[in-house]
C-alpha cells in the first residue's frame, strides 16, 4: 500500500475546516492523513478538538516573537519538517505569511477563502459581498503565493445569495460548502502529487 501525504493544517480559532478534513482523512481511500495541527495562538479552539481525534496539536505561539514574523515561521518551519510534513492546509489561519514560508513550501500549501476568488480577498468578505447586492457568493481553495489570496485556483463551489440573508446566514450556507470542497480539492491535490 502506497502511504498517505502527510498534511499539516494551520488553524487560529475554531477549526471546522480541519475538523472536515480530519473526517474525510479517516476513510480508508482517502489520499491523505493529517499528521498535525498547528495554531498560532493557544486559544484557538481547533486545538482541543485535534487531540480529542487523536492528532499531535501543536501551538508555535506568535507572542514571543513579537513583530519577528519570519523567526515565528522559521519556528513553524522545524516543527513541520521534524515530522516529516508534505503538505500545508492552512483552515482559518488569520496570520499572513512572509516569503520565508510561502518560498520554503511553494506549490505545496494550500488555502481556503470564503469568497469567489479573485472577488474579495482579504478579510469581511461576506458583509461586502452583501453591501455589493451580490447574487451569488461561494468558497475558493488555491495554492499559496507570495500575493495575499492570490495564488492559482484548485477549485471553487458556489452558493446563492437569497434575500433576506445576512452575514450569519451566508457564512453558515458558504461554510457547509467549504467542508465538502476542501476534502474534496485536498485529495485530488495529494493524487496529483503522487503521480
Ligand atoms: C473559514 O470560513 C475560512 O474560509 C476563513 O476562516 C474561516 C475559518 O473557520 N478563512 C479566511 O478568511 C482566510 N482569509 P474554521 O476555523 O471553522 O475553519
Excluded at 25 to 39: G, H, K, N, R, S
Excluded at 85 to 112: C, H, K, S
Excluded at 129 to 150: F, I, Q, R, S, Y
Excluded at 167 to 186: D, G, K
Amino acid at each position: 500500500m502506497t502511504s498517505k501525504t502527510k498534511v499539516a493544517v494551520f488553524i487560529s480559532g475554531r477549526g471546522s475546516n480541519m475538523e472536515a478534513l480530519v473526517r474525510a482523512a479517516q476513510t480508508p481511500d482517502c489520499p491523505f492523513e493529517i499528521a498535525l495541527v498547528l495554531a498560532n495562538k493557544p486559544e484557538a479552539g481547533g486545538l482541543a478538538t485535534a487531540q480529542a481525534a487523536g492528532i499531535e496539536a501543536l501551538c508555535v505561539d506568535q507572542k514571543p516573537f513579537g513583530k519577528d514574523r519570519e523567526a515565528h515561521e522559521r519556528a513553524i518551519d522545524g516543527a513541520l519538517r521534524e515530522r516529516g510534513i508534505q503538505v500545508i492546509a492552512l483552515a482559518g489561519y488569520m496570520r499572513i505569511l512572509t516569503p520565508f514560508l510561502v518560498d520554503a513550501w511553494e506549490g505545496r500549501m494550500l488555502n481556503i477563502h470564503p469568497s469567489l476568488l479573485p472577488a474579495y480577498p482579504s478579510l469581511d468578505t461576506h458583509s461586502r459581498a452583501l453591501t455589493a447586492g451580490e447574487t451569488e457568493a461561494g468558497c475558493t481553495v488555491h495554492l499559496v503565493t507570495a500575493g495575499v489570496d492570490e495564488g492559482p485556483i484548485l477549485g471553487q463551489a458556489r452558493v446563492p445569495i437569497l434575500p433576506g440573508d445576512d452575514e450569519h446566514a451566508l457564512s453558515t450556507r458558504v461554510l457547509e460548502q467549504e467542508h465538502r470542497l476542501y476534502p474534496e480539492t485536498l485529495a485530488t491535490f495529494c493524487r496529483a502529487l503522487r503521480s
